[in-house]
């Protein structure tokens, strides 16, 4: 088992930043961050936002990208996201994950999901 615990989150105005850290009970090769907004629909639930393998090598999600910045302490077992420009449709809660599957950004390959960290941003 792998225990992730968030912290980080808050209410900020567009254009701002936020740092979100994790930090896992264990190392895990595979990490990364998904979000799930106000509102959504049944089985759209979970976006993935941004994963990173032990190698440092990151995907994003074409909303984000040039925007939010994935990272990984290996030695501390801990993953950040900064977040800059934010916008308003980034409001959401935002998760860190973790798998020792295949590292891809898909929901349904990451096994252990913290307890959620909420963003808002207002116009």
């Known amino acids: 088992q792998v225990q992730l615990v968030e912290s980080g989150g808050g209410a900020v105005q567009a254009g701002g930043s936020l740092r979100l850290s994790c930090a896992a009970s264990r190392y895990t090769d595979c990490m990364g961050w998904f979000r799930q907004a106000p509102g959504k629909a049944p089985g759209k639930e979970h976006e993935g936002v941004a994963i990173i393998n032990s190698r440092g090598i990151s995907i994003y999600a074409d909303s984000v990208k040039g925007r939010f910045t994935i990272s990984k302490d290996n030695a501390k077992s801990s993953l950040y996201l900064q977040m800059n420009n934010l916008k308003p449709e980034d409001t959401a809660t935002y998760y860190c994950?973790?798998?020792?599957?295949?590292?891809?950004?898909?929901?349904?390959?990451?096994?252990?999901w913290g307890q959620g960290t909420q963003v808002a941003v207002s116009s």
């Open positions: 994950v973790a798998t020792r599957r295949i590292c891809a950004l898909a929901s349904g390959l990451f096994d252990y």
